[in-house]
Nanobody, 120 residues
Framework: QVQLVESGGGLVQTGGSLRLSCAAS????????LGWFRQAPGKEREFVAA????????YYADSVKGRFTISRDNAKDTVALEMNNLKPEDTAVYYC?????????????WGQGTQVIVSS
């Protein structure tokens, strides 16, 4: 069973930055993709970014390309999301996820989520 625990959310002004972290534990975590999804109030959960287990490929939603950077440390089983130039539309609960690459359509487990609020 895989467990994911996110941290790093908070309140930031438009144009600001935040770094989210996720600690993963459980069997075979190191062989799966890790990534992030988000869910804004009244909207469906959407894919944000993913990184493969070899740390050779990344994949981003168009809405965050050039602003967000995903990274992974397999020695620590952690994944991070560096978010820059944040916009009010980035406000959402951000969830860490694990599953087969590229993670967009299939996930094995989710974290509990961390809130990000971007004020205008």
């Amino acid at each position: 069973q895989v467990q994911l625990v996110e941290s790093g959310g908070g309140l930031v002004q438009t144009g600001g930055s935040l770094r989210l972290s996720c600690a993963a534990s459980g069997r075979f975590v190191g062989t799966y993709a890790l990534g992030w999804f988000r869910q804004a109030p009244g909207k469906e959960r959407e894919f944000v970014a993913a990184i493969n287990w070899r740390v050779t490929q990344t994949y981003y939603a168009d809405s965050v390309k050039g602003r967000f950077t995903i990274s992974r440390d397999n020695a620590k089983d952690t994944v991070a999301l560096e978010m820059n130039n944040l916009k009010p539309e980035d406000t959402a609960v951000y969830y860490c996820a694990v599953g087969p690459w590229p993670l967009v359509r299939s996930t094995n487990a989710w974290g509990q989520g961390t809130q990000v609020i971007v004020s205008s």
